[in-house]
């Protein structure tokens, strides 16, 4: 009555190779991915039917939202302290509130550091006409005659 046990063949998996592909691929698709810069306020733009792209860098952000609130943002270089000691320079964000009376005072601040910089105004289609018109009108006295108006392509 004594049965025989079968005796049963241990399978073993190697799984270094398929760990170091798993990172492989993770670091090649962190290192090759390129993500579009978050808004830091969403705007409901007009509509066009013109299509220009906009460079990836030296661009000055004026955004005027529905509720008539500013702020102007660009992408700068920063210089920060290390933990060795040495200054470590990196891309950052960098973005104020303002109104439309400092408009261009922001706005020459910020070319300080980014003197070919395009200057950009992303208006949301509710925003009042008035003070659109503020803005501009300080940026011109601010000598900054040169901007362009984002809109959204017309689709159809």
């Known amino acids: 009555m004594l049965k025989k046990m079968k005796r049963r063949v241990g399978v073993l998996l190697d799984m270094t190779p398929m760990v170091d592909i798993a990172i492989l691929l993770l670091i090649f ?13 969403e705007v409901t733009l007009p509509v066009s039917h013109s299509q220009i792209q906009l460079p990836d860098k030296d661009v000055i952000n004026i955004t005027v939202t529905d509720l008539d609130s500013i702020f102007v943002d660009a992408i700068m270089e920063v210089k920060k302290e290390g933990p060795d000691g040495g200054v470590i320079t990196t891309k950052e964000r960098v973005y104020e509130d303002t109104n439309e009376d400092n408009v261009g005072m922001t706005i020459n601040k910020f070319r300080v550091k980014l003197i070919k910089a395009l200057i950009v105004i992303r208006a ?5 006409f008035g003070v659109i018109q503020k803005v501009m009108d300080n940026m011109v006295a601010n000598n900054l005659s040169r901007f362009q108006i984002v809109t959204e392509l017309e689709q159809g």
């Open 29 to 41: 698709y962190m290192t090759t991915t390129q993500f579009k810069p978050p808004q830091t306020r």
């Open 124 to 128: 949301d289609r509710d925003a009042s």
